[in-house]
């Protein structure tokens, strides 16, 4: 079985990036979507922290380098329901990482629900947008009555779909995308909280991607024409990584 280290990006684990990053930018509030065991929340020190995940399964202490952090067992659409008021408390989110259910929709749905939380000069970092592998990719994680391939247990879903969804309907917001093993990170930037173009076109945005082919000649077509950049490189010299700093 291939390993997760067969990933053609081979950059900094996305944990200690997002880690590194957020001590650059001296983020004071942090939001994760998905949080799962933990593992990536506990690398994170910031004085506050919101965790959601409708089924934590936490084999380490979260709250390691934190003031304070709230878990929220519940969805992400629940969670911004009902407790937005919770986190502007705790001022505007500096910095937020998205990895909770791997289909676009939800996706967009959380991305433009944290972008309202977050301050204009906030960071929001999306998981496993750069996919490599037409099984990974399936909307349905581990589609029964077939035999799983090497990638099957790394499901990205189709969450790269965010990206062409972006540049096209936000193009004022800055993309970067970021070779960290194993499946990428998109990072966004040049936020604008009071933006409501992603929520007013949510349904034509969804049937229009939702047409879009989701295989592999797709993903290669789209990420021909993309950009991605080096963490290794950004990590190194993040005094002059601009987009990083602002
Ligand atoms: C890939 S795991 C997260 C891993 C974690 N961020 C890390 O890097 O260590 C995805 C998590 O998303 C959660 N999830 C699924 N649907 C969700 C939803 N609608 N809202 C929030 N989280 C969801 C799952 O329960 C799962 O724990």
Redesign the pocket.
């Known amino acids: 079985m291939a390993q997760i280290t067969d990933s053609p990006y081979t950059g900094l684990l996305y ?1 200690d990036f997002i880690a590194r990053l957020v001590l650059e930018r001296e983020a004071r509030t942090y939001l ?10 506990s690398k994170i020190s910031v004085p506050s922290a919101f965790g ?4 934590f ?1 936490l084999t380490v202490d979260p709250t390691a380098g934190k003031e304070s952090l709230r878990l929220y067992r519940m ?3 629940r969670f911004f329901r009902d407790h937005a008021d919770e986190v502007r408390s705790a001022g505007p989110l500096d910095f937020a ?1 998205l ?3 791997h289909l676009f929709e ?1 996706l967009l749905r959380d991305v433009y629900n944290t972008e309202r939380l977050s301050g204009r000069s906030g960071l929001i970092t999306i ?1 496993d947008c750069l996919p490599f592998d037409g099984e990974m990719i399936e909307r349905q994680n581990n589609t029964p009555g077939r035999t799983p391939g090497p990638w099957a247990a790394a499901w990205t879903g189709d969450v790269w779909k965010i990206i062409p969804i972006i540049q096209k309907y936000r193009p004022d917001l800055r993309v970067i995308l970021v070779d960290c093993a194993p499946t990428g990170l998109v990072c966004l930037t040049n936020l604008d909280p009071s933006s409501t173009v992603l929520e007013d076109r949510y349904l034509d945005i969804v049937a229009e991607f939702h047409a879009m082919p989701n295989d592999r000649a797709a993903l290669e077509a789209f990420f021909d024409s993309q950009q991605i950049v080096s963490a290794e490189a950004v990590v190194a010299n993040f005094g002059h990584s601009l987009p990083f700093r602002i």
């Open positions: 944990q994760e979507i998905g949080v799962q065991n933990g593992i990536n929340l959601v995940d409708p089924g399964a969805t992400s659409d990482f990895d909770g259910m939800y998981h």
